[in-house]
């Protein structure tokens, strides 16, 4: 399992953007495949994106076009970025990463997870 830690939320306001960085350590970066899910109150953490090693990404229908998954894998980091940011986007945000290539939909395929990073947007 990998330690994984996200930063990069905050406080934004519609149309805003953020970018989440999620740093790795613990294993071998390159082979995994990096998710990211949000959860906000009240409701069940939602499966966002996910980015394979060598680039290749899924995600889901509600954010395509407004946010970009991307890796560094010498550096062990995932980004998340966020734009045309919407009221409804408001949730924490969290990074977790599966072994291998697969379409990780679903939190249970993870299996490790950081703590999560606040992001709110206001109108």
């Known amino acids: 399992q990998l330690l994984l830690v996200e930063s990069g939320g905050g406080s934004v306001q519609t149309g805003d953007s953020l970018r989440l960085s999620c740093v790795a350590s613990?294993?071998?970066?390159?082979?995994?495949?990096m998710g990211w899910f949000c959860q906000a109150p009240g409701k069940e953490r939602e499966f966002v994106g996910y980015?394979?090693?060598?680039?290749?990404?899924e995600y889901a229908d509600s954010v395509k076009g407004r946010f970009t998954l991307s890796r560094d894998n010498p550096k062990n980091t995932s980004y998340l970025q966020l734009n045309s940011l919407k009221p409804e986007d408001t949730a924490v945000y969290f990074c977790a990463a599966a072994y291998g290539r697969g379409h990780f939909l679903l939190p249970r395929q993870y299996d490790s997870w950081g703590q999560g990073t606040q992001v709110t947007v206001s109108s």
């Open positions: 980015i394979w090693s060598g680039g290749t990404t």
């Open positions: 613990g294993g071998t970066f390159s082979s995994y495949a």
